[in-house]
């Protein structure tokens, strides 16, 4: 039985809300810094560690933009203990890849404090900058999801979050609840025991029952799950041969954002900017040829292949690789498609669970068969 409380708005005061409830943790020293998505001077709304409990004010933990994830941001603050606690607002896709940077020795929640925001999806960068123009907010985004529709103005959420199976973490100390809440209304939900703790610290009952939320997430991700489906099926039948594959990823030019904003891309020294991909002029001439012509730059396709073998079982879905690339790459589709086929084939889940080895990680006597040759 999960502790929850109802935490009341009035109109444009849900941030005024959440910051009194960051500014308590802090003042109870429940937590010593809390790294929470907040609006800056220039409009953006970047993840801000924030330690001075008198500083909680722009806190925006709704805003549906997510401009990095931030896995590898507390993975920078973890990895290696500061003797300090620190509170992490992050979205479910963040959190899962966070769990995959934990099983790789990247990150650490010891000393942590995972409070996780329910998700109706994030815009692109770009996009998120318009609509703010046009007054979108956190609570008007809220509204509008919550009645069955994120776009506005002619722009919605990014695919990967039309596909996303996963609005609400599902591991977390604490959750701050929109799904099926009722109009000016959010829930705190205590998970872990630290969470109820830390609810318990924030003055909060813990007592309210979850109301219509069961339900509504149940439709929410039944809808999802059918949407990734459909997309899914599109993908197999259009990307069916390596040259569909090669003609899918034309437009890349190696600048390697997408491994860069990938949060669970872990290597610490990429192979292709090592030597290794650091070909002569006679390599390029006897490739050229064997055509008579190269494109280059080279071995774009198989870097992308690389990745997907590298990472397609950690692959969490958020849309990051996507957002990143500047030539328009649908690369969330391919990589989610790799995942799924991947991640089913070792029965494993990216972020499900701190407690599952990662997949090549372990042995497995049934696992595999038809490649090892192992009979039982
Ligand atoms: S993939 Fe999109 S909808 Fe899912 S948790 Fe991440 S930002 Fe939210
Ligand atoms: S491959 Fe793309 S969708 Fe998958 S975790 Fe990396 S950035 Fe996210
Ligand atoms: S971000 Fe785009 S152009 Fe850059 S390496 Fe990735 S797919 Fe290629």
Redesign the pocket.
């Known amino acids: 039985m999960s502790n929850f409380t109802t935490v009341s708005y009035k109109k444009d005061e849900l941030n005024k809300e959440l910051a009194k409830l960051f500014t308590t943790l802090l003042e109870q020293k429940t937590v010593d810094g809390i790294m929470v998505p907040c609006r800056q001077p220039s409009g953006t709304v970047m993840q801000t560690l924030i330690t001075d409990p008198a500083q909680t004010a722009q806190v925006d933990p709704f805003a549906p933009v997510v401009p990095v994830?931030s896995a590898k941001l507390a993975s920078s603050l973890t990895a290696k203990p500061s003797g300090k606690k620190i509170a992490l607002v992050m979205r479910s896709?963040e959190i899962r890849?966070l769990i995959e940077l934990v099983k790789l020795n990247q990150a650490n929640l010891d000393d942590t404090l995972l409070i996780a925001q329910d998700c109706f999806g994030r815009f692109e960068n770009k996009d998120f900058y318009t609509l703010q123009e046009k007054n979108l907010t956190a609570e008007s985004f809220i509204q509008a999801a919550q009645g069955g529709t994120t776009a506005t103005d002619g722009l919605d959420v990014i695919e990967?979050c039309t596909v996303c199976e996963h609005p609400v973490a599902a591991n977390a100390d604490i959750r701050l609840c929109l799904i099926g809440a009722d109009s000016g209304t959010f829930g705190v939900e205590g998970v872990s025991a630290k969470g109820e703790q830390a609810v318990s610290d924030m003055g909060l009952s813990g007592n309210d029952g979850e109301g219509k939320r069961a339900d509504a997430l149940k439709t929410l991700v039944a809808a999802r799950q059918e949407a990734f489906q459909q997309k899914f099926k599109e993908y197999q039948e259009n990307i069916n041969s390596f040259q569909a594959l090669e003609e899918n990823m034309a437009k890349c030019v190696n600048c390697y954002n997408?491994r860069v904003?990938?949060?669970?891309?872990y290597c610490k020294e990429c192979v292709f900017v090592t030597d290794t991909f650091r070909h002569d002029g006679e390599q390029f001439l006897g490739w050229a040829n064997h055509k008579g012509n190269l494109k280059m730059p080279t071995d774009t396709v198989f870097y992308h292949m690389t990745?997907m073998t590298h990472?397609g079982n950690?692959?969490?879905?958020?849309?990051?690789?996507?957002s990143a690339c500047p030539n328009d790459v649908k690369?969330?589709m391919a990589?989610?498609s790799a995942?799924k086929v991947s991640q089913e084939r070792f029965d494993y889940e990216a972020g499900r669970s701190l407690d599952e080895a990662q997949p090549l990680t372990v042995f497995h006597d049934d696992e595999l068969v038809e490649v090892t040759g192992q009979v039982k």
Do not use: E, M
Request: one cysteine or more.
């Open positions: 994830s896709c890849a990967a997408c904003s990938c949060p669970v891309c990745r990472i950690f692959c969490v879905g958020c849309g990051q690789c996507t690369l969330t990589f989610r995942a």
